[in-house]
Nanobody, 123 residues
Framework: QVQLVESGGGLVQAGGSLRLSCAAS????????TAWFRQALGKEREFVAA????????SYADSVKGRFTISTDNSKNTVYLQMNSLKPEDTAVYYC????????????????WGQGTQVTVSS
């Protein structure tokens, strides 16, 4: 089955940028969609962005639209999340996940999850 490993998190000042990576092994993204979710302390896990591997469609939560960009590098079997203009409210653990139901924003419809990477944005 697919194994996902996130990296690229860290501490950044408000207004700064980070680029998260999600590398897959044990399978491919060719029959799935891949998404980023995040979970802040004391809050529910929420959808951030998704990309369809069979097409070019992307989807973003309203809270990150215009600031975050999801993309892929097929040769490296990796999904990225470029995060610009970061705000303190972006602080959360960010998770990469895959689903066989493209278009879903529900975490319980995603089959495989990475371990998460911490993003902390200071004021």
């Amino acid at each position: 089955q697919v194994q996902l490993v996130e990296s690229g998190g860290g501490l950044v000042q408000a207004g700064g940028s980070l680029r998260l990576s999600c590398a897959a092994s044990g399978g491919t993204f060719s029959t799935t969609a891949t998404a980023w979710f995040r979970q802040a302390l004391g809050k529910e896990r929420e959808f951030v962005a998704a990309i369809w591997w069979k097409g070019t469609s992307t989807s973003y939560a309203d809270s990150v639209k215009g600031r975050f960009t999801i993309s892929t590098d097929n040769s490296k079997n990796t999904v990225y999340l470029q995060m610009n203009s970061l705000k303190p409210e972006d602080t959360a653990v960010y998770y990469c996940a895959t689903t066989t139901r493209p278009g879903s924003r529900r975490s319980n419809e995603y089959n495989y999850w990475g371990q998460g990477t911490q993003v902390t944005v200071s004021s």
